[in-house]
């Protein structure tokens, strides 16, 4: 290599360092608390499969799916959040809730046994406690909304589940949770 080249190479390498940390901007503080709700939401998950491991009951519950994203849409208005935005938004926290449950149930179903922790009742503690929760998780995407369309979101949100110190499949979930948050604009 010609000095030349290195010297091109470094100078390179200096600007795209330089402007990477230029172009990036902080995320704004809406997104914590959204990440914070979200993150409860997917703690309860690994209740919820307790309960199921318990129960023999199947993760996939479609009617009780439907309810949960019903309930939120009929909300929708009072948050100002349109019914498709609320909609997807859930689906996907329930898509994540899932993701736990499998992980947590495969790796019970090798060790033999389910962790030795208290059981809540699935209707009677777990969904109520995920119904009040609903609420905040509508209000925090409200106050996330108007950040959603910036080209720094996917930004945020990398960074946000990178330096995320949660276990390896709450992360996990995490990003399939986050995953259609940003919107790119129109081309």
């Known amino acids: 290599m010609t000095l030349r080249f290195k010297l091109c190479l470094a100078l390179s390498a200096a600007l795209l360092a330089s402007t990477a940390g230029a172009a990036s901007t902080r995320a704004p503080e809406a997104l914590t608390p959204l990440l914070n709700a979200i993150g409860e939401r997917?703690?309860?998950?690994?209740q919820v499969a307790l309960s199921k491991w318990d129960s023999g009951k199947p993760v996939e519950d479609r009617q009780r799916e439907r309810e949960?994203?019903?309930a939120a849409v009929a909300q929708a208005p009072a948050y100002k959040l349109s019914s498709e935005t609320v909609e997807a938004f859930f689906a996907a926290q329930i898509e994540a809730n899932k993701m736990v449950q499998y992980i947590n149930l495969s790796d019970w179903a090798l060790d033999g046994k389910a962790p030795d922790?208290?059981?809540?009742d699935l209707v009677g503690q777990i969904r109520p406690q995920l119904d009040r929760l609903q609420k905040r998780l509508l209000q925090q995407l409200a106050d996330?909304?108007?950040?959603?369309?910036?080209?720094?979101?996917?930004?945020w949100l990398a960074r946000a589940t990178h330096h995320n110190k949660q276990h390896p499949v709450h992360r996990l979930a995490?990003?399939?949770?986050?995953a259609e948050l940003c919107i790119s604009p129109k081309a």
């Not at 922790?117 to 809540?120: D, Q, V, Y």
């Open 144 to 155: 996330f909304a108007p950040y959603r369309t910036d080209p720094q979101c996917p930004q």
């Open 68 to 70: 949960v994203i019903a």
């Open 42 to 46: 997917l703690a309860i998950a690994d």
């Open 117 to 120: 922790l208290p059981r809540p």
């Open 174 to 178: 995490l990003i399939r949770a986050t």
